[in-house]
């Protein structure tokens, strides 16, 4: 009867034992980093009515060596999102040319770019038309390139109605972008590109005068624009957090640089290669 007993005891304390681990590892509460969450965030109870009548989506822009795209999460007003898939897509791709309001991770569309049209999304593929100023504003060069491409690529893919993206600019279809990407295909989601590292979770809401931004021939109606510092001042208040920019998605540096090689030979369809 004892012995009964005392393996009852030890069965007991091995079963406290592993719904303790559990628990811990749910809450990210372990000793092990690795059993952590990739990325969370606490709400008081004031922050969280304010969200219960909006929708999060999901937006890439470029860390700061433009080898890697980092998540940033902005709330829309679920009234704006439910709209349609096509008026969402709009407000995405909005949200891009706003630019991130999260410290340490960088914008992909040149400021002054606009959608010439509404976007539409025929058998899963989402067509977005910029005015000129997409590809006349851009700095060019095949990193920052590829940053701007996938970042409207995989935010626009985050949408279960989109799984491809094809690009105009003033409503026709381009050879090429800047000189590097061949750009009068369709493009797919590279999950590639996406940091591994914790992400940023932001808690701001989207902004501007309406959630499906601004095209072509709107003006600011007086708005007053923020200043510079302003803005830097404001991403510094989300609440969201940086992360480290040099992280790599193979974890060392001679890792990346092969997985770029790889990716090149992967995609080269995709764009030209050209000698420097």
Not at 53 to 78: Q, S
Not at 222 to 231: A, K, L, N, R, S
């Amino acid at each position: 009867m004892q012995r009964f007993f005392c393996v009852a005891l030890a069965c007991t304390l091995m079963l406290l034992t592993c719904i303790g681990c559990s628990d811990a590892e749910k809450y990210g509460l372990g000793d092990d980093d690795d059993s952590c969450p990739v990325s969370s965030i606490a709400l008081t109870e004031a922050e969280a009515v304010q969200i219960s009548d909006k929708m999060p989506i999901r937006l890439y822009f470029a860390n700061g060596d433009n080898t890697k795209l980092k998540l940033e999460i902005r709330y829309i007003p679920v009234s704006e999102g439910n709209k349609s898939v096509n008026h969402l897509a709009q407000i995405i791709v909005n949200e891009l040319i706003a630019g991130p309001k999260v410290a340490g991770i960088k914008p992909t569309i040149p400021k002054d770019s606009k959608l010439k049209s509404e976007i539409e999304i025929n058998g899963e593929v989402a067509t977005v038309n910029f005015t000129k100023e997409f590809r006349d504003d851009h700095p060019g060069g095949k990193a920052q390139e590829r940053m701007t491409i996938y970042s409207i690529v995989n935010s626009l893919t985050e949408l279960k109605e989109i799984s491809k993206v094809k690009f105009l600019i003033e409503d026709k279809s381009s050879p090429e972008f800047k000189g590097n990407f061949k750009f009068d295909g369709v493009f797919l989601r590279c999950a590639q590109l996406i940091s591994t590292k914790s992400e940023p979770m932001g808690m701001g809401d989207a902004e501007g005068e309406s959630y499906g931004g601004r095209n072509e021939g709107e003006n600011d109606k007086g708005v007053e624009e923020p200043d510079g510092d302003e803005t830097k001042d404001k991403e510094r208040q989300t609440g969201a957090e940086a992360v480290d920019e040099d992280e790599v998605f193979w974890g060392t540096p001679e890792d990346d640089e092969k997985w770029q090689e790889s990716f090149e030979e992967e995609y080269e369809q995709t764009y030209t290669e050209y000698l420097y």
